[in-house]
């Protein structure tokens, strides 16, 4: 089977003349997969994301997603950031609704078919644990709540491919591990490809089928590592010694990469 | 209402009080002349005695300040978002109205005398000139500091340019508009002015320099006191207007 994305012999630098900021990137993964990206901050795991979505395009090698090489914007993918970046303008529910009214067909269709899009938010809100705060506006939220309202933006166009870039890297350790569990369910119940990129590497090994260490820059994958942890994971194996023996692997990974 | 809240209702016009009875004080202690410093009480007086000229003149300044304020906001807004959507066009033009921008207004308003000849039409473009660059330079400023990560979103979902505009940057940048709306409502006063007393036949710029070649000390006073009252008057009615329009930035409550 082809894989879903797949990277072969990938270099990336900004500017014509800069240095490298990923190297010899060779990754593919499978639809419905969870993949984890790690490494040390510079590492080029943001650089890694613009490459999937079409928002950069390598220096050499090719990138490949569902089928077709990326050689614009992929617009099948939801994305989610450290700062959840709401439009304070917008009411949450607005706010949501934002990727429909850009993404085709739903781009047409958003005035005829608003009311079907917004039960689809409110469906998802809930699915969150934001029940009714749609009319709120997201500077009325808290932050742990802002973040789940963004999951919603990135989900509410129902993308292939959901992109999570360090999104729970300011919140509170308590809020981290619920949006965690929010993230695996979502994950088990659409079948969505996740690509996450963190630092934290409890995060991945708790959610990720697959992990992928980086170096630091010229970031490159040194180890790739299947996580075979049963699912559905609940929060009380990341205390079990199995959990935190693949942590501590992972950890050696990129501590040698630092020297 | 409690009393911090009373306090801050009635400090803007305790604060005027003191200063007019401190002024009012310092002319009879000092025993000022009246043709160097009139006590405001004469000056009140010459306002009430040539009111019907003064309002006439007013209102022919203010109209005029109107007229240039609303060309500074319809130019200002569309070349603020032209420089705020390319970055070619910002790097040509911005030089350019800076130069522009920092040619003294009473060295262009003999051009424009010379152009429209003397009346409310060169009083209305200085008007303009003055005031249109805080608009521009806080519209572009607001389009060009939308979050890149949010870019991202909606650029990764196939997003144009102009949606990025739309749906971001225009409504971003309208706090940045509204709160330089401020500034150049009050600019504006001080072009068409500047203009009516180098070269026009009405408004309260002409009526000043009338009143200073007669000597009329408390009359030039009084233009001054008008000027400052329109100028409260508009700032007021764009503050409330930013407000009403903008809601959404104005939730801090540091300065409470």
Redesign the interface.
């Known amino acids: 089977m082809q894989p879903f994305i797949e990277f072969d012999g990938v270099d990336h630098g900004y500017g014509a003349e800069g240095p490298l900021a990923v190297q010899d990137l060779h990754v593919s993964i499978g639809e419905g997969e969870f993949a984890a990206v790690v490494g040390p901050s510079g590492c080029g795991k943001s650089t890694f994301m613009k490459l999937t979505t079409g928002l950069q395009f390598p220096r050499a090698g090719t990138i490949t997603v569902a089928g077709e090489r990326v050689t614009k914007p992929v617009r099948m993918a939801g994305m989610a950031f450290q700062a959840p970046n709401l439009l304070p303008w917008r009411t949450t529910m607005e706010n949501i609704l934002l990727p429909l009214e850009i993404v085709p067909p739903h781009r047409q269709q958003f005035r005829a078919k608003k009311q079907e899009y917004r039960e689809r938010a409110e469906a998802l809100l809930a699915r969150v644990g934001l029940e009714g705060a749609g009319e709120k506006h997201p500077w009325e939220l808290s932050g742990g709540m802002q973040m789940r309202a963004a999951l919603c933006r990135a989900l509410i166009h129902q993308p292939k491919l959901l992109m999570l870039d360090e999104p729970f890297g300011a919140l509170d350790a308590f809020t981290r591990e619920e949006l965690w569990c929010v993230i695996r369910d979502l994950h088990a119940e659409t079948g969505v490809t996740v690509i996450l990129v963190t630092h934290d590497l409890r995060e991945a090994v708790f959610l990720a089928d697959r992990v992928f260490a980086m170096s630091a820059r010229p970031g490159r994958i040194l180890a790739e590592r299947r996580i075979e942890l049963e699912r559905p994971r609940d929060l009380e194996l990341t205390y079990t010694a199995e959990f935190q023996s693949l942590v501590h692997e992972l950890r050696e990974h990129i501590v040698t990469a630092r020297k | 209402m409690n009393r911090q809240s009373l306090f801050l209702r009635i400090s803007p016009i305790a604060s005027l009080i003191i200063v007019l009875a401190l002024w009012e004080l310092i002319v009879i202690v000092f025993n000022i002349p009246g043709y160097l410093l009139p006590k405001p009480s004469t000056i009140f007086a010459a306002i009430v005695e040539y009111w019907p000229a003064i309002m006439r003149e007013s209102t022919y300044t203010l109209v005029t300040t109107m007229i240039g304020f609303g060309l500074a906001v319809v130019f200002g807004l569309a070349l603020g978002l032209l420089v705020g959507y390319s970055a070619t066009i910002y790097a040509g033009l911005y030089p350019l109205m800076v130069a522009f921008n920092a040619i003294p207004k009473v060295a262009v308003v003999p051009i424009l005398v010379l152009w429209f000849g003397i009346g409310a039409v060169p009083a209305a473009l200085t008007a303009f000139l003055i005031s249109f660059f805080p608009i521009v330079v806080n519209v572009a400023t607001g389009l060009a500091t939308i979050?890149s990560?949010?870019e991202?979103?909606?650029?990764?979902?196939?997003?144009s340019k102009l949606?990025i505009m739309r749906?971001?940057g225009i409504?971003?940048a309208?706090p940045y508009f509204f709160g330089s709306l401020k500034i150049a409502i009050t600019l504006a006063f001080v072009g068409s002015v500047l203009s009516e007393s180098v070269a026009s036949n009405h408004g309260i710029g002409k009526f000043m320099m009338m009143a200073q070649a007669q000597f009329q000390v408390p009359l030039i006073f009084a233009g001054l006191f008008v000027l400052g009252f329109m100028g409260i008057a508009m700032y007021l009615v764009m503050a409330w207007i930013e407000k009403r329009m903008?809601g959404?930035?104005h939730?801090s409550g540091f300065s409470n």
């Open positions: 979050e990560e949010l991202d979103v909606l650029k990764a979902l196939g997003a949606d749906k971001v409504p971003r309208l903008t959404w930035a939730r």
